[in-house]
């Protein structure tokens, strides 16, 4: 994770709501601000919706409305975070100026209507956002309530891709400096030897256009570097606005995870700190994971930001059913409404995000808008004021945080494992989409597996590969998806391994460089030395065929599905590497899929073949890697267990996503320390419900 890192300094676990001023009378406003004290919260977020009320025409500013809304909060005792408005342009700036519209590949420009309509290169959008970012910042750099900003809203939800006039210039000029101003240069990296795309001149590069058939990879790879680029960059320039502006007690921060943004980068360049926005619902709706409590894969999310910051913030944190419509016309994208959670789930997932390292939570929303495409959105409140369960279970753990906040501030989750990803392979998967989705659901499967043996894993980016010190504190580190490597890099994974970390690889491993051209030796390329391995064969298995891995020493079996490659210990390791496990079927049933190489104090495992809960959990007994808790419990595996550490001592969570009774068995005593009871002996959770032992 990133070195170094502010946070908030307020002494207290920040709880609140996000709250929108212009949507509601401000006679609504003061009894707003007062309920939320009253049920225990004590900061809300403002402001990133407004840009049509803050600037209603070009260079007239008008903040009297959040004037009186900041103030009317802060007299209740409430803390507020501002967002810039930049994701949401008003009418007048998108008539005025139709070349800040974004364009999909098609060459379809997205018109006024909806949000994230614009893109991240036109001049003209970057001077506008940058005057209402200044404006904002002037304005409230000294207000006492003001204690942070939120740059933009969830960058590239929605679309994460542009194909504006202006975005194919910058793409242009971004090639001339990647690779100095020359096209041999250029056209080496890209391979357009291939089907004669040779260029001779800068005018005839551009971004992806509609073509016959397949794009080259290599373009296709630095589309998605350009567009992380042009991302970054487009928040970057209102991190150094507020950077300049603002007092040094108030963060700048950004919430969400979305597609084409490498956000270790972000992270590095554009915020004090990363934030989230947790919806576990979103899990519990996918059709393509067969996991009986999916919303425990938002834990894999919480871990990827705890990987960028070790303290973060979630700035919207679902409180009730999540819901969109209005996309009848755009045929690609569906209307939706999400179960509502059930009792205990809000608390539950709002738990989560605390266990995972959040050191505040905001709920979304306040109030459920009557209108507009989240009107199916639904907030703490329904469209009236009437009770509901919601609010109690939110004004339960406004309580219990409160009286935990030793529990939560100055403590850090304790992860001895680690899952590595990194931005160009993440991005390599889309282009290679044969088997993208396979790499993606083995990531989850070891994050899972991992879940299960109540082994924390944090989710690491390659760029921590650098910090050698901050990686020997991890005994695990999965590298599911490495086709794109250097040489560099496999020296940093073997200094990890030498000094005694286990490395676990996925296949098809090492074996591009970072052009997306595949190096001219045989697989896993780059990493065939520090494996220990060649890959003598590989095949893709057809539709309908399947094989298994048998695990030596009784180990048992499990699939082996999608790709499997056939592995070879190389002549001068084969003293050093062990034989894990075998296919059983096809013409090479009884060859190596899995291999554990010896290197230094630590080991390599070579895995051939896609990663499944039962094949990672297999490995694991194959390591002798077991359940950290079980020399003091046996916990089901239904149970998540995450543990934050401080000065004063060890504290585990644990999460029942059940909706039945869970039962374990504590070996000694300990307190529970919500409800401040002594457990020991046999004992049972409820269902969604939350306890947290003292050890």
């Not at 490498?262 to 947790?278: C, I, K, P, Q």
């Not at 094949?615 to 890697?625: E, G, H, V």
Request: charged fraction near 20%.
């Amino acid at each position: 994770m990133l070195k170094d890192q502010k946070k908030y300094e307020g002494g207290q676990f920040l709880l609140g709501v996000c709250y929108y001023p212009e949507h509601w009378d401000r006679v609504m406003w003061q009894k707003d601000f007062r309920r939320m004290v009253e049920m225990g919260f004590n900061v809300v977020r403002m402001g990133e919706t407004a840009w049509n009320v803050m600037e209603p025409e070009e260079g007239r500013y008008q903040f009297e409305m959040f004037d009186e809304a900041i103030e009317m909060a802060a007299a209740e005792g409430l803390k507020v975070i501002l967002g810039t408005p930049t994701y949401a342009p008003p009418a007048w700036l998108t008539t005025k100026y139709p070349e800040v519209l974004r364009v999909d590949f098609r060459g379809v420009r997205m018109e006024h209507g909806s949000r994230r309509h614009y893109n991240y290169t036109a001049p003209i959008y970057l001077r506008l956002c940058a005057g209402i970012v200044t404006m904002m910042a002037e304005r409230y750099k000294g207000h006492d309530a003001v204690i942070g900003w939120q740059i933009d809203n969830e960058l590239n939800c929605h679309s994460d891709v542009s194909f504006a006039e202006s975005d194919h210039k910058a793409f242009r000029q971004w090639c001339k400096e990647k690779y100095k101003d020359s096209l041999d240069v250029l056209n080496a990296a890209w391979g357009t030897a291939f089907w004669a795309q040779t260029y001779n001149a800068w005018e005839q590069i551009h971004l992806p256009r509609p073509t016959v058939t397949y794009h080259s990879p290599s373009q296709l790879l630095d589309f998605y570097l350009f567009t992380s680029d042009s991302t970054i960059r487009f928040a970057e320039l209102q991190y150094e606005i507020l950077k300049r502006l603002l007092p040094e007690e108030q963060f700048i921060t950004h919430n969400g995870l979305f597609g084409n943004i490498d956000n270790y980068e972000l992270t590095a360049r554009t915020v004090d700190f990363m934030s989230y926005d947790s919806y576990p619902a979103f899990q519990l709706m996918r059709t393509d994971l067969q996991y009986p409590h999916k919303d425990r894969l938002s834990g894999k999310q919480l871990s990827r930001v705890r990987g960028l910051s070790s303290k973060f913030t979630v700035l919207e944190q679902q409180a009730g059913p999540g819901g969109q419509i209005g996309n009848v016309l755009n045929n690609d994208r569906g209307d939706y409404l999400q179960a509502t959670p059930k009792p205990g789930q809000m608390r539950l997932w709002t738990w989560q995000s605390i266990a995972h390292g959040a050191d505040g939570v905001l709920y979304f929303r306040w109030r459920t808008c009557p209108y507009g495409a989240e009107s199916l959105w639904h907030g703490l409140n329904l469209y009236g004021d009437q009770p509901h369960w919601r609010l109690e279970e939110a004004k339960r753990v406004a309580k219990e945080t409160r009286m935990l906040e030793d529990v939560i501030i100055g403590t850090d989750v304790v992860a001895k494992a680690a899952i590595m990803y990194d931005y160009a392979n993440d991005s390599n998967v889309k282009i290679e989409r044969y088997i993208g989705f396979d790499y993606w659901n083995s990531e989850e499967q070891v994050y899972l597996a991992l879940s299960e043996r109540h082994l924390a894993a944090d989710m690491l980016s390659k760029q921590n590969l650098a910090e050698a010190q901050a990686l020997s504190q991890y005994e695990l580190l999965f590298y599911v998806n490495a086709q794109l490597l250097t040489t560099e890099d496999a020296e940093k994974l073997r200094i990890y391994v030498e000094q005694g970390g286990t490395l676990v690889l996925g296949p098809r491993s090492g074996y591009k460089d970072r052009h997306n051209q595949a190096y001219m030796e045989p697989f896993p390329g780059v990493l065939r030395e520090l494996a220990g391995v060649s890959v003598s064969d590989f095949t893709m298995l057809n539709p309908g065929e399947t094989n298994g891995l048998s695990f030596t020493n009784g180990g048992g079996q499990s699939p082996a599905h999608v790709f499997n490659e056939i592995l070879e210990p190389a002549a001068d390791a084969f003293g050093n590497v062990e034989i894990a496990a075998t296919y059983m079927d096809d013409y090479y049933a009884g060859q190596p899929a899995v291999t554990i190489r010896k290197l230094g104090k630590g080991k390599v495992v070579y895995f051939g073949t896609f990663f499944t809960r039962e094949s990672t959990s297999k490995l694991l007994d194959s390591l002798q890697i077991a359940d950290p808790l079980e020399q003091w419990a046996h916990i089901p595996e239904a149970i998540e267990v995450v543990s934050r550490q401080g000065a004063a001592g060890l504290y585990y969570m644990l999460l029942n996503y059940s909706s039945q009774p869970v039962a374990m068995h504590l070996k000694r005593e300990l307190t529970e320390r919500i409800s401040g009871h002594p457990l020991v002996g046999d004992i049972v959770i409820r269902p969604y419900d939350v306890w947290i032992l003292q050890a």
